[in-house]
C-alpha cells in the first residue's frame, strides 16, 4: 500500500529528520499542543518576596511554582502525585516517611538537586520559617539523607501520611541549599530573584510592572514544557486588568482578582471561561480577626456581639453576587473529612443579643451613642475585603461602635497586623486546603514565628486549644482524627479569638487560547508544564 505525503509526514522518520533539520517544521495534527507563545498573567499584587520556601501564598505560588517545584502536586482529583519525589512510604507508627527523590533533576544554575536541598528546606525554612510550614512540621526532629536522592523524615510525633502529602503540594517547594546555607534567608536576593527545578526559569522582575521567566531547556520532564515564556503583568485596577483581557493584553486571571461585576459579566463572552473548576484545593472563607490586646477585644461578650452585629447573609446576596454562603467555623463543609456534620453559623445576625452582651459587658453608649472606636485593617486580598470593611463599619456603628478604617498595600497591612500588631480588628482571607492541619490550625495554635503572616499573632492563646490541634494532627486513625477536629471547632467557635464569616470558591478567568489549563485542583499554583497557546 502507498503511503501517503501527509502520513509521510506525520512518520517517526520524517520525526526525526525534523529534528536533524530544524529548518523542517511539521504540521501539528488538529488538536496537538503547539510550541511556542507567551503567556501573560493577570498579577494584582505584589508580595515583595517569591520565596514559596518563605511565603505561603497564592499570590507567591501563581508566580513560583512555574520556577520552583514542591516534592508533590496534586492530580484533577485532588490527590497527591509525584513531582521532585518520585514515591514515599511511612513507618507503621507514623514517626518516619521516607521520599524517594528524582534522579537527574538539575537546577537553573546547573548544580545537581539532591536530597541534601530536601534536608535543608525542611529543616531551615518549612520549620522555622515558613508561615504554615512551622506548625506542619513542629514535631520533625530529623532529615536523614542515606544517598542523593533518599530523604528520611524523622518525626517525634506519628505524622499522618496523607496529611503530609496534601500539605507538601503547598508546603513542600524546594529551593537550592547552596543557595541559601549560611546567608540571611530572610534578605537573600534569591528571594526576589528566584533559583528553581521548574518548568521556567526566572529572567526578570520590575517591580509594579512585570515578572517574566522563560523556558528552562534542562526541564526534568524531557520536550516540556511547550510555552516559550511567562510574564506576569502587575495590574492593581481591576477595570484594567478586565480590559488588558478584552484586549488580548492578558490570557488568564486568576484566584478571583477581577470585580464579582466583571465575573458575573464575562461568563457570557465566548472567548472566556469563568470557572472554578480547577481550584478546588483552596476554598476560602472572608475573615474577621480580633486584637486581645486590646481590653475590649479580649472579653468573649464583645467578640461574638461584634459578630451578632452583622448580617453576612445579607452581605454575601448583595455584596458577592449570591457567591458563597455563612460559614460554620473554620472547616468548610466542602471538607467531606472533617467537617462536623449538621454544624450551624454558631452567631446568628441579632443586632438585640448584640447590645444585650455589649451592655452585660460593662460598655453601654455614652451620650453620644458610642461606646467604644476599633481601628480596622483591611488585608487587600481581594476587591471584597476593603466591601466587607466598610459593611462591617456601617454594621458596628448600628451597635454604638465607632469603626475607623486604616488603609495600606498589601504588604504594608501584612506587617500592620501581623508584626508590629497595629490594629484592632483586620479583615482579609483565610484559605483551607483539604486538611485542616496544611493551613488552618496555624490560624489558632500558639507558637508560630513573631511576624509569620496568616498566623495566631493575636496575643491569645487557649492550652485546650494547642492540644487539640496538636493532638489531631498527629494522630494517624482517620475517625479519631475527625473526632478531634469537631471537638477543636466547638473549642474555637467557642471562644471566637478569629471569625471566619463566609465560605467561598475562587474562580479564574482564562482565555480559550490557553490549553491543557486547570487540570489539577491547583492548576493556578502548579508547574504549567503541559500548557500551550492555540493560535
Known amino acids: 500500500m502507498s503511503t501517503t505525503r501527509r502520513e509521510f509526514l506525520l512518520s517517526s522518520g520524517a520525526l526525526a529528520l525534523a529534528a536533524a533539520w530544524p529548518g523542517v517544521t511539521l504540521a501539528q495534527p488538529p488538536g496537538s499542543p503547539q510550541r511556542g507563545g507567551v503567556l501573560t498573567v493577570h498579577l494584582g499584587s505584589e508580595q515583595r518576596i517569591l520565596n514559596p520556601s518563605l511565603r505561603a501564598s497564592t499570590g507567591v505560588y501563581i508566580v513560583t511554582s512555574k520556577i520552583i517545584e514542591s516534592l508533590v502536586d496534586l492530580d484533577a482529583d485532588g490527590k497527591p502525585v509525584p513531582q521532585l519525589a518520585t514515591s514515599w512510604t511511612a513507618e507503621p ?37 515558613l508561615n504554615f510550614g512551622t506548625a506542619l512540621q513542629l514535631y520533625l526532629q530529623a532529615v536523614d539523607t542515606p544517598d542523593p536522592h533518599t530523604a528520611v523524615f524523622k518525626y517525634e510525633r506519628p505524622m499522618p501520611l496523607d496529611l503530609l502529602l496534601r500539605a507538601l503540594a503547598d508546603l513542600g517547594y524546594v529551593v537550592p541549599r547552596h543557595v541559601f546555607e549560611g546567608k540571611n534567608v530572610l534578605e537573600n536576593a534569591a528571594n526576589t530573584a528566584p533559583v528553581g527545578t521548574g518548568p521556567f526559569r526566572f529572567v526578570e522582575y520590575q517591580r509594579g510592572q512585570y515578572i517574566i521567566a522563560e523556558r528552562n531547556p534542562h526541564y526534568w520532564r524531557q ?10 503583568r502587575v495590574i492593581t485596577d481591576k477595570s484594567a486588568a478586565t480590559a488588558a483581557l478584552e484586549t488580548g493584553q492578558i490570557q488568564l486571571s486568576a484566584y478571583s482578582q477581577l470585580t464579582l461585576a466583571d465575573l458575573d459579566r464575562l461568563k457570557n463572552d465566548p472567548r472566556f471561561e469563568v470557572r ?3 481550584l478546588e484545593a483552596n476554598t476560602f472563607n472572608n475573615t474577621l480577626e480580633f486584637n486581645f490586646r486590646r481590653k475590649e477585644l479580649a472579653d468573649v461578650r464583645v467578640r461574638r456581639a461584634i459578630v451578632h452585629a452583622i448580617d453576612i447573609q445579607f452581605f454575601i446576596e448583595n455584596f458577592l453576587y449570591g457567591l458563597g454562603k455563612p460559614a460554620t467555623g473554620p472547616i468548610p463543609s466542602s471538607s467531606k473529612g472533617f467537617f462536623p456534620e449538621g ?15 455589649l451592655d452585660e459587658a460593662g460598655l453601654r453608649r455614652g451620650k453620644d451613642g458610642r461606646r467604644f472606636s476599633l481601628k480596622l485593617v483591611p488585608i487587600q486580598n481581594g476587591e471584597d475585603v476593603p466591601l466587607l470593611a466598610t459593611f462591617i463599619q456601617q454594621s458596628l456603628d448600628a451597635v454604638g461602635i465607632k469603626v475607623d478604617i486604616v488603609q495600606y498595600d498589601i504588604a504594608g497591612a501584612l506587617t500592620a497586623v501581623y508584626t508590629n500588631h497595629n490594629f484592632d480588628i483586620a479583615t482579609g482571607w483565610h484559605q483551607y486546603r483539604g486538611d485542616p492541619a496544611v493551613s488552618t490550625t496555624v490560624w489558632y495554635r500558639s507558637g508560630s514565628p513573631a511576624g509569620a503572616p496568616w498566623t495566631n499573632q493575636y496575643g491569645w492563646q487557649s492550652d485546650k486549644v494547642d492540644k487539640l ?12 482524627r475527625r473526632k478531634l477536629y469537631a471537638e477543636w471547632v466547638e473549642a474555637v467557635n467557642e471562644d471566637l479569638p478569629i471569625w471566619m464569616a463566609t465560605e467561598r470558591e475562587f474562580y479564574s478567568v482564562v482565555s480559550r487560547a490557553v490549553q491543557n489549563s486547570h487540570n489539577n485542583a491547583r492548576w493556578p499554583s502548579s508547574s504549567w508544564h503541559d500548557t500551550w497557546i492555540k493560535t
Request: without cysteine; hydrophobic residues 35%; proline residues 8%.
Open 93 to 129: 507508627d507514623g514517626k518516619t516517611i521516607t521520599f524517594k527523590l528524582r534522579e537527574g533533576v538539575v537546577w537553573h544554575d546547573g548544580k545537581p538537586f539532591t536530597s541534601a536541598d530536601v534536608q535543608y528546606n525542611a529543616l531551615e525554612l518549612w520549620k522555622k520559617q
Open 223 to 232: 520536550g516540556l514544557p511547550y510555552l516559550d515564556r511567562i510574564v506576569w
Open 276 to 278: 472554578s473548576k480547577g
Open 343 to 357: 454544624s450551624k453559623p454558631p452567631y446568628p445576625f441579632d443586632t438585640k443579643r448584640a447590645e444585650a452582651l
Open 469 to 480: 490541634i496538636d493532638d489531631a494532627a498527629t494522630e494517624i486513625d482517620p475517625a479519631k
